[in-house]
C-alpha cells in the first residue's frame, strides 16, 4: 500500500537557520505530492504541492522537488523565520488508483527560536 | 468565501457515552473528507463523500462510527458508543471536483474520551 515517512521531529532550529525535513514515499501508482503545515490553533493549510516528477513546489520560501528516482519530497528553507514554527506534513494522493485520499506521514513539529 | 468550520472544536465524553461531529464544507465542494490523528501519529483517512454518496469508507475503524451527509452539503460523523482508543484530533477537508488536488482542511475537532 501507499506510505508516507517523514523526519521524527521535533526540530529546533534558530532564526535564520537553513531548514530541512526529509519525506519519501512508498506508492503503486503516480502520486501527487504535498507539504501541508498547521500553525498553532489552526487547521491544516496547503503549503506547497507537486504532480508530477522534476516538479518543484513552492511557496512562502519553502520548495520541495518532486524526486521519483530516490521516491523522495523534501521540504527546504534557505531561512526560517519565528513565524514558520509549526507541525508540517508531507502527503501523497494516488490517482491512479483512482483514490483521492491524502496518505499522511507522521508530522514534524519545528519550534524557531529568535 | 467561508472556510471549512468544524464543530465542536473541543469535546470531551465519558467512555460508553455518543458524540457526534459536525463538517461544513465550503460552498459548492462536493467532495467531502473526514480523517483524524490520533496520539500525535499520522493523520489517517476515515472516508470520502461526493455529494451525498459515500465513494470511500475503507479508512472507518469500525460499526462504531458513523458518517452521513444527508442533501450533499454538511456531514456529520457519530461515535456510538465512545471508547478510549477514539480520542484524538478529527479532521474534515472539502475539494470542488474530483482530480482536484487540493483539499481545504478545517480546523479539526479534539476528541477527548475519559
Known amino acids: 500500500g501507499n506510505s508516507v515517512t517523514q523526519m521524527e521531529g521535533p526540530v529546533t532550529l534558530s532564526e535564520e537557520a537553513f531548514l530541512t525535513i526529509n519525506c519519501t514515499y512508498t506508492?503503486?501508482?503516480?502520486?501527487?505530492l504535498f507539504w501541508y503545515v498547521q500553525y498553532p490553533g489552526e487547521g491544516l493549510q496547503l503549503l506547497l504541492k507537486a504532480t508530477k516528477a522534476d516538479d518543484k513546489g513552492s511557496n512562502k520560501g519553502f520548495e520541495a522537488t518532486y524526486r521519483k528516482e530516490t521516491t523522495s519530497f523534501h521540504l527546504e528553507k534557505g531561512s526560517v523565520q519565528v513565524s514558520d514554527s509549526a507541525v508540517y506534513f508531507c502527503?501523497?494522493?494516488?490517482?491512479?488508483?483512482?483514490?483521492?485520499?491524502?496518505?499522511f506521514g507522521q508530522g514534524t513539529r519545528l519550534t524557531i527560536n529568535p | 468565501e467561508a472556510g471549512v468550520t468544524q464543530f465542536p472544536s473541543h469535546s470531551v465524553i465519558e467512555k460508553g457515552q455518543t458524540v457526534t461531529l459536525r463538517c461544513d464544507p465550503i460552498?459548492?465542494?462536493?467532495?467531502l473528507y473526514w480523517y483524524r490523528r490520533v496520539m500525535g501519529k499520522e493523520i489517517k483517512f476515515l472516508l470520502h463523500?461526493?455529494?451525498?454518496?459515500?465513494?470511500?469508507e475503507s479508512g472507518m475503524p469500525n460499526n462504531r462510527f458513523l458518517a452521513e451527509r444527508t442533501g450533499g452539503t454538511y456531514s456529520t460523523l457519530k461515535v456510538q458508543p465512545a471508547e478510549l482508543e477514539d480520542s484524538g484530533v478529527y479532521f474534515c477537508?472539502?475539494?470542488?471536483?474530483?482530480?482536484?488536488?487540493?483539499?481545504?482542511f478545517g480546523p479539526g475537532t479534539r476528541l477527548t474520551v475519559t
Open positions: 463523500f461526493v455529494k451525498e454518496s459515500k465513494q470511500d
Open positions: 460552498s459548492g465542494h462536493d467532495n
Open positions: 477537508a472539502s475539494s470542488r471536483a474530483m482530480g482536484s488536488y487540493e483539499q481545504y
Open positions: 506508492a503503486t501508482g503516480y502520486p501527487s
Open positions: 502527503a501523497l494522493s494516488d490517482h491512479a488508483e483512482g483514490a483521492q485520499k491524502l496518505v
